[in-house]
């Protein structure tokens, strides 16, 4: 149901708010880029710094720019069971395509706990479900066997794969249906390798079209032709994940691009000063400034 390149779009900020009128342009020109999705209110667009008035808000100008063009899978988990299905049933009722759904966060639930978790969310709102395993961030995750587990109940369709283990993906691709979509975009081709079929990608953010170039080939199975997006990609994407936590250095790639301010909301913070050769060498090998 959902595959190919669809980006973690970032939540922009003016002045503290919200702003709008550049999330409108960033999402049309991911359309007009043919990005085959939208992620809004992930990880990448700040979530957990948006006010719940202002995470349902901007799901729905999502959903309303975007205009059906290209599925929305809104990010409406939390580390609250009730929360996560308060905001999945605001997501459904203003049109969302999917529900991107985090692993709960700090409480470190057991096995099943997640399990009874993601379950309690696909049985109350009827709306196919992207799970999101990314430990590192969470505090804890989700093994192999739960994720096949889960994968048997009817609208959990796919997962976000962020572990970094391809053992972890090669499980699922070969004892359950999901399909598996990386959630690191230095991982999509040896995702794909083992069954995956794209990426929520961040790096898409900056470069829709090349993202889009790689995905394209590994949905018609040219896993070797992909391999040249992917070796032009990977230090891109490495400098985007190592120089700081995310989104912070995508929002400072953005900001040297001409794209969108660089503002965060605290505890975030923006790129440390020394990072910024770093970055800015990046996106000049890459061919996106001089």
Not at 267 to 275: G, N, Q, R
């Amino acid at each position: 149901m959902f595959n190919g390149s669809m980006v973690a779009i970032v939540t922009p900020f003016s002045d503290g708010r919200v702003d709008y009128d550049t999330l409108e342009e960033l999402i049309d020109f991911q359309i007009d880029s043919g990005t085959d999705g939208i992620v809004p209110v992930g990880t990448t667009g700040e979530s957990p710094t948006l006010t719940p008035q202002e995470h349902k808000e901007v799901i729905a100008f999502v959903v309303k720019t975007v205009g059906g063009k290209v599925p929305v899978i809104a990010g409406t988990g939390a580390n609250s069971t009730a929360e996560a299905i308060e905001l999945t049933a605001h997501a459904r009722k203003v049109g969302v395509d999917g529900t991107l759904q985090v692993t709960p966060y700090y409480n470190k639930p057991t096995q099943e706990g997640f399990f009874q978790h993601f379950k309690a969310v696909a049985e109350e709102v009827d709306l196919p479900v992207v799970l999101y395993n990314i430990p590192g961030r969470c505090g804890a995750g989700m093994t192999a066997e739960t994720i096949i587990r889960l994968g048997e109940i009817e609208n959990i369709v796919a997962v976000k794969e962020a572990s970094g283990s391809l053992d972890i993906a090669s499980e699922i691709a070969c004892y359950s249906d999901l399909t598996i979509l990386s959630g690191d975009d230095s991982l999509t081709l040896p995702i794909a390798s083992v069954g995956g079929k794209g990426v929520i990608s961040v790096v898409a953010n900056i470069v829709p079209t090349d993202v889009k170039a790689m995905t394209d080939l590994i949905l018609e199975g040219d896993l070797v032709s992909a391999r040249k997006w992917h070796k032009k990609l990977y230090t891109l994407a490495k400098s985007l994940l190592s120089l700081s936590t995310n989104p912070i250095p995508i929002k400072a790639a953005m900001a040297m691009l001409g794209m969108a301010s660089e503002e965060m909301r605290l505890p975030m913070t923006p790129l440390d000063d020394d990072k910024r050769p770093l970055l800015r060498k990046a996106l000049i090998e890459y061919g996106l400034i001089k």
